[in-house]
């Protein structure tokens, strides 16, 4: 994409980051309509999608979980419910589900770097976030400070998806933050002007 484009998008690409791979649900379980379809045509396309940026978290007994997701979606008012794609490999989904509890915290532009770390690019943050800004919800999981928003969630229904299960929260508690949105788009981490 060129320069002017971007300015008029009223978008500016945050210059540390570049994501070689995008983050894409990928499955091949999944029935396609389009049997010619290939895999890296899906993720091309999808990568074209812009999508905010989150961290849900959990916790376990031994500790606490957390993972980038870019799937976060508001879906019902009254109730108040969203939902996330959690991938099978992900030892945050076994959390969320083993509790029936997550929270959410929403990235903001100057938040790149924690959404690294909890996509296990950066260094791994231990189970007791010792490095990572927080504090601790009402639910007695960890949010991030300095986000654009916080959500406070109950699982409501799991649907298995291809290689990710579909996690519906109700939101017990919402709270919106400060800063501009982390944005993810052509596998780039972005920001609103
Ligand atoms: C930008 C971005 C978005 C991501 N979105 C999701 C997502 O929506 N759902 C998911 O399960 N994993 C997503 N991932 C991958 C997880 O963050 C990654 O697999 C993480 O290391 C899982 O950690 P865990 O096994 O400790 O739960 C994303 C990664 C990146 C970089």
């Not at 994409?1 to 499955?27: D, F, H, K, N, W």
């Not at 500790?63 to 969203?82: C, E, I, N």
Request: aromatic share 6%; proline share 6%; net charge negative.
């Amino acid at each position: 994409m060129e320069a002017t484009p971007r300015i008029e998008l009223g978008m500016e690409v945050l210059q540390t980051s570049a994501l070689p791979l995008g983050y894409v649900a990928l499955e091949s379980e999944v029935d396609s309509k389009i049997p010619s379809m290939q895999s890296q045509e899906f993720r091309d396309a999808m990568a074209k999608l812009a999508a905010g940026v989150v961290v849900v978290s959990a916790r376990t007994p031994e500790g606490y979980r957390g993972l980038t997701a870019s799937t976060l979606v508001s879906v019902s008012v009254d109730p108040p419910l969203v939902l996330v794609g959690l991938e099978h490999g992900s030892m945050t989904r076994l959390a969320v589900i083993e509790t029936g509890q997550f929270n959410v915290s929403v990235l903001t532009r100057d938040q790149e770097f924690v959404a690294e770390r909890f996509a296990g690019r950066a260094p791994a943050v231990d189970s007791r976030w010792r490095e990572i800004p927080h504090r601790i919800g009402s639910n007695g999981i960890p949010l991030i400070e300095g986000c654009a928003a916080w959500l406070e969630c109950e699982v409501l229904q799991v649907h298995a998806a291809g290689d990710h299960d579909v996690c519906i929260g109700t939101v017990r508690l919402a709270q919106p933050g400060a800063g501009n949105p982390l944005v993810l788009w052509d596998r780039t981490f972005w920001t609103l002007q």
